[in-house]
């Protein structure tokens, strides 16, 4: 069974421009969570989508927003990039069906660079 | 609102030594999971372990065990014949039972294996 992918692997954009980051989940997980990880700030919660609604979403300015289609494969887009948007953003997709055996895992990351 | 704690930003163990990685983690709920994840430079996150609260059995996966305190709230995970691949970072994250709450990751612990 093929894992989480993200594309692109690599991006750099300027500051003001906007980003869109996809992530395809491994076949049948139905929940993608999306995460920012810098080196000052660890690894932070954005937002987890679930049937293509938003079930859970963390502490990121409006900046920040994301989807989820009917196949689950969810994109991430930040509007009016900052240099602090500098980051690899990493996405995890499970099944979300029964919390006692549900797991996260992980796609490769998109490491953004802001200049 | 949970909060995970490692309180080791670095450590370093000899090639087929064993070392333990501590983690603690606040809690006012009864029913909960604990991960323990790894990034290598790879920057890929792989699952190492999973233990559920109401086990009090610790989980074990080959070289890989944990000690899981539920009254102390600790959940340390003890490598085994430490081996050079397994140097990355460590990060232990919380999972409510509860699917209207997110993963909650710790900052992480570097581990390094010395040859």
């Known amino acids: 069974k093929a894992g989480v992918t993200q594309t692109p692997r690599y991006l750099i954009k300027t500051r003001g421009q906007q980003v869109t980051l996809s992530c395809s989940p491994i076949?049948?997980?139905?929940?993608v969570s999306w995460y920012q990880q810098t080196p000052g700030q660890g690894l932070q919660f954005l937002f987890e989508y679930f049937s293509e609604t938003q079930r859970n979403k963390g502490n990121f300015p409006g900046r920040f927003s994301g989807r989820q289609f009917s196949n689950s494969r969810s994109e991430m887009n930040v509007s009016t990039l900052e240099l602090g948007d500098s980051a690899l953003y990493l996405c995890a997709s499970s099944l979300a069906t029964d919390p006692s055996t549900d797991t996260q895992y992980f796609g490769p990351g998109t490491r953004l660079t802001v200049l | 609102a949970q909060t995970v704690t490692q309180s080791q930003p670095e450590m370093s163990v000899q090639e087929a030594e064993t070392v333990t990685l501590s983690c603690t983690y606040d809690?006012?709920?009864?029913?909960?999971?604990l991960f323990w994840y790894k990034q290598p430079p790879s920057r890929q996150m792989i699952l190492v372990i999973r233990?559920?609260?109401?086990?009090?059995q610790n989980a074990t996966e080959n070289r890989f065990s944990v000690n899981f305190q539920k009254a102390a709230k600790s959940f340390s995970l003890k490598i085994s014949d430490s081996q050079l691949g397994d140097a990355a970072m460590y990060f232990c994250?919380?999972?409510?039972?509860?699917?209207?709450?997110?993963?909650?990751f710790g900052p992480g612990t570097r581990l390094s294996v010395l040859p």
């Open positions: 076949s049948g997980h139905r929940s």
């Open positions: 233990q559920e609260a109401y086990k009090q």
């Open positions: 994250a919380y999972r409510s039972d509860n699917y209207g709450q997110n993963f909650v």
């Open positions: 809690t006012s709920e009864s029913d909960y999971y």
